[in-house]
């Protein structure tokens, strides 16, 4: 057996002994950011060989497409080539933006849209695009507004992931996700555990701060969100206010087995996605360690 069926293999019965999906955001240390149709698919078959199953499409990957007609028109055939080859990989996608405009309406429908048409899993969205704008409560209720006026135009199916931010200030504590998917149709919460951990300047030290937030979710959004829960986990350095600069996780102080066997713990089902600049290398050199958190 060759090496890269080795590592495949070992992934796989990793991520069966897990519950969950591993996955990478945006492209791998070859190519760091996907940005068209080829590089995608050059990215799809590197993830099947070394057995990752989820990934994350960069917004970057869509700048051709500012509306629904330019979907139809010009970029339908390559977005379902993509869809295609993630599908015969059995490779789940999702896509991801990061910073929506203070004017969010036209984005939210055009990458829902999307969505649905390449059968992701979720459009993960940053909910803090009122936050500089006016007091975090008002920037709360409005967001919510926002995101049941999107949804309820929108002919297409998808869902759309709301993912816990790191600055004090902004819209995107856990309370705020949970309360922004109990006031909304078709969202889920993403959790960047990193996130979490900044905005509480460290607040992540031990395997019972992870279980504490499960269960948080577990009671207040229900067990469905952890039978097919969606986490990022990602190095952050933080100041009072929180997140300040995204830190490869080796230079973090986050324990990635502490959130595995919190998970584990828990039965969490669903999708982990490593956010880290060495991308799958982080996983690769990790995969002994992985394996033995999972046993």
Known sequence: MT?????????????????????????????????NTAQALDVLRELYKIGLKAFVLPKELFVAIQSATDLYKTEYG???????????????????HEHLPQEPDEILQTFATITSVMDCRTFVINPAFYSGIMPRDQALRLSVYKINEVIG????EAKIAVETTGRMQEVGSL???????????????????????????????????YE???????????????????????GTAY???????????EKADINL???IR???AFNVRGTLIIDDPGKEKFILANLEKIADMVR
């Open 239 to 249: 100041g009072p206010s929180g997140f300040t600069k995204a830190i490869p996780l």
């Open 3 to 35: 090496s890269d069926m080795l590592i495949r293999k070992k992934a796989l019965k990793i991520q069966e002994r897990l519950g969950m999906r591993l996955g990478i955001a945006y492209g791998t240390n070859r190519i760091p950011l996907v940005r």
């Open 175 to 209: 309370e705020d996700v949970i309360d922004i998917v109990r006031r909304t149709r078709g969202t889920e919460p993403a959790i960047n555990w990193g996130m979490i951990h900044a905005r509480g300047a460290g607040g992540l030290r031990s395997q019972r701060d």
């Open 212 to 234: 504490a937030i499960l269960h948080q979710l577990r009671a207040q959004v229900g067990s469905k969100s952890l039978e097919n829960a969606y986490f990022f986990f990602s």
């Open 262 to 264: 919190a998970s584990m």
């Open 153 to 156: 135009t929108l002919r297409a």
């Open 257 to 259: 087995e502490h959130m």
């Open 78 to 96: 390559n977005i379902l080539k993509i869809r295609d080859e993630a599908k015969r990989f059995n490779i789940e996608l999702s896509i991801r």
